[in-house]
């Protein structure tokens, strides 16, 4: 079964930086893309950030050149390090395969961005 655990999640002020990081399980890691994706309180879960399984990386045009999507397949973890950070980036951070093929989903890690 998959399990993905999130963590590094915080507060922190507008302009600062953050990594998060998520440890993936019961997937073939190395073959899979993966992403990063949020959910702010009252809006639907969106796609922040995709790796594939050869480096090529996608962004969602509201943090191109402000986050860096990464991982290490070594340690079955992915990474997403997060510059210049907005009010706007306040949500709750996850992470699955992209494409998303599992119901299950870890319970994400806070990210919170005072102005």
């Known amino acids: 079964q998959e399990q993905f655990v999130e963590s590094g999640g915080g507060l922190v002020q507008a302009g600062g930086s953050l990594r998060v990081s998520c440890v993936a399980s019961?997937?073939?890691?190395?073959?899979?893309?993966m992403g990063w994706y949020r959910q702010a309180p009252g809006k639907q879960r969106d796609v922040v950030a995709i790796?594939?399984?050869?480096?090529?990386?996608n962004y969602a045009d509201s943090v191109k050149g402000r986050f860096t999507i990464s991982r290490d397949n070594a340690k079955n973890t992915v990474y997403l390090q997060m510059n210049n950070l907005k009010p706007e980036d306040t949500a709750v951070y996850y992470c699955?395969?992209?494409?998303?093929?599992?119901?299950?989903w870890g319970q994400g890690t806070q990210v919170t961005v005072s102005s």
């Open positions: 019961g997937i073939t890691f190395s073959s899979n893309g």
């Open positions: 699955n395969t992209a494409p998303v093929y599992s119901t299950h």
């Open positions: 790796i594939g399984s050869m480096g090529t990386r």
